[in-house]
């Protein structure tokens, strides 16, 4: 699911990306790749920023030896140019519902790949 999120990118944004570069941006040795760029890091955490929207991503070791997922993300609102203030504008909103569950979607399959290891 995420490879065909970075070909649309590719396709429509012009900006290709490999499945090298998406593990240089997890070892930290890549800050930006296709969309995305590091915005922050930490041992087991990731803030990727694209645009507004901005992405989370952490892992930890659970009990049993098993890893957890974590995942946020947020979309940044953009300030009125006449009012000054920030809103979020029609095309958030009307995108959001898709954003949840393209996001679920992607956590599950995180999650079907790691069980198969």
Known sequence: ???????????FLARPSTDAQVGQMAAGTLSSFAAWSVESRAENQLVLAAGRTR?????????????????????????????????????FRAL??????????????????LARR
Do not use: C, N
């Open 1 to 11: 699911l995420f490879k065909l999120e970075r070909l649309l990118i590719d396709l």
């Open 55 to 91: 992405s989370w991503l952490m892992v930890a070791s659970a009990e049993g030896g098993g890893t957890r997922l974590y995942f946020g993300s947020a979309a940044v609102p953009a300030k009125d140019r006449k009012t000054g203030q920030a809103r979020m504008g029609f095309a």
């Open 96 to 113: 959001l519902g898709f954003h949840k569950i393209y996001s679920r979607m992607l956590l599950r399959a995180a999650r079907a790949r």
